[in-house]
C-alpha cells in the first residue's frame, strides 16, 4: 500500500512537471504549440509525461487535465479539429497537422521525430 501511495505521488510529481497549464482560457489551438492532454487516474498519462519530461524537457507544451471543465472543452475541440474518430482518450498530445492517442512503445518513436520544430534550442 505504501509502495503503491509512493508510485501515484511520484507519477502525479511528473504530471505537475509536464504541466504548465491547469484551466487556462484558450479557445483555439496554435499550429505552434504542442498540447498534452492527460487524466491523473490514467497510467499511460503518466508513462507519457515522464517519458516526455526525460527525453524532450526543452519542449514547450501545454498541458491540461480533462477533469477540468475548460480542459474538457478544448479536448473535444481538438478531437474534432483533428478529425478522430475512434472513441477519444488519454493521453492525447496534439501538434501541428499531426496526433498522438494512447501511449505505447512504438509512440515514442512517432513523438521523437514528430516534436523536432517544437524543441527550445537553449544558448550556451
Not at 17 to 40: G, K, P
Not at 66 to 72: D, H, Q, R
Not at 87 to 102: D, Q, S, W
Request: charged share 25%.
Amino acid at each position: 500500500m505504501i509502495k503503491t501511495a509512493k508510485l501515484l505521488m511520484a507519477a502525479l510529481g511528473i504530471l505537475a512537471t509536464v504541466s504548465c497549464s491547469n484551466e487556462e482560457d484558450i479557445t483555439s489551438l496554435s499550429q505552434n504549440e504542442v498540447y498534452f492532454f492527460y487524466q491523473e487516474s490514467c497510467p499511460h498519462c503518466h508513462e507519457a509525461a515522464k517519458y516526455i519530461k526525460e527525453n524532450h524537457a526543452n519542449a514547450k507544451i501545454k498541458s491540461f487535465d480533462i477533469k477540468m471543465p475548460g480542459n474538457l472543452r478544448l479536448f473535444a475541440k481538438s478531437v474534432k479539429e483533428y478529425d478522430i474518430t475512434t472513441p477519444a482518450g488519454t493521453p492525447l498530445i496534439c501538434f501541428g497537422k499531426h496526433y498522438i492517442m494512447g501511449w505505447g512503445d512504438e509512440d515514442k518513436e512517432k513523438l521523437d521525430y514528430l516534436i523536432k520544430p517544437y524543441i527550445q534550442e537553449t544558448k550556451n
